[in-house]
């Protein structure tokens, strides 16, 4: 994201994985776990919406981690159909998390959909203080109940995720969703608006 972003390749369960860190101008709040989109997709760490969530996160005051999925970037292993992605989630908040610290975890599309995963399967008194998901892939994955306050934003006009879907989902854990009018998966011209929806919706609850 910046020049003072630092790598780090961290142990998972297929491998090295590479990790992308960005930390905050103050005191650290916690630690932003942000799972990219789809790598069979072209999905990476560096995905433009997934450095927006890091880059809210950060300005947010949490300590950012982006990481590559196995067999995307440096990251070692090979795609195992969202099995072994959720298992990389996790041994990459094991390794980031420091002793008893907050979490936030995000994720965009298909990382929407590991972080939701990911959350589910944490121990109760070691799950996320906020759980953010941007686009979730609600369409082609089975997302869990997720805590009441989860920040869910989608783009009216999804043409790889329908609203619809997400709505359907949200629908029977009564889970507001944000609806960005007129735009599209990608968010391509509204990123500065997503970051400062992220930060203004992730504020109210972690002040």
């Not at 006009?157 to 009564?174: F, G, I, K, N």
Request: net charge negative; glycine share 10%.
């Amino acid at each position: 994201m910046n020049s003072q972003t630092v790598r780090q390749l961290v142990p998972g369960p297929a491998g090295a994985i590479e990790c992308a860190i960005d930390a905050p101008a103050t005191a650290e709040r916690g630690v932003a776990v942000i799972c990219h989109p789809h790598p069979q997709h072209g999905g990476t760490m560096d995905n433009k919406v997934a450095q927006t969530l890091a880059r809210a996160a950060v300005a947010l005051g949490w300590r950012s981690v982006r990481f590559n999925f196995r067999g995307v970037g440096a990251s070692e292993g090979a795609w195992d159909e969202g099995r072994g992605e959720i298992d990389d989630a996790l041994a990459v908040i094991a390794a980031m998390r420091r002793d008893g610290e907050p979490l936030l975890l995000a994720g965009f599309s298909f990382g929407a959909y590991v972080a939701s995963q990911a959350a589910s399967r944490l121990p109760d008194d070691a799950r996320p203080q906020r759980l953010a998901l941007v686009g979730p892939s609600t369409q082609k994955q089975q997302l869990p109940a997720v805590p009441a306050d989860t920040v869910v934003i989608h783009g009216e006009v999804d043409d790889v995720v329908p609203l619809s879907a997400t709505l359907d989902w949200a629908r029977p854990l009564a889970l507001p969703v944000i609806v960005f009018p007129g735009t599209g998966h990608f968010f391509h011209g509204q990123l500065g608006l997503l970051k400062n929806v992220l930060m203004q919706q992730l504020r109210i609850v972690a002040d």
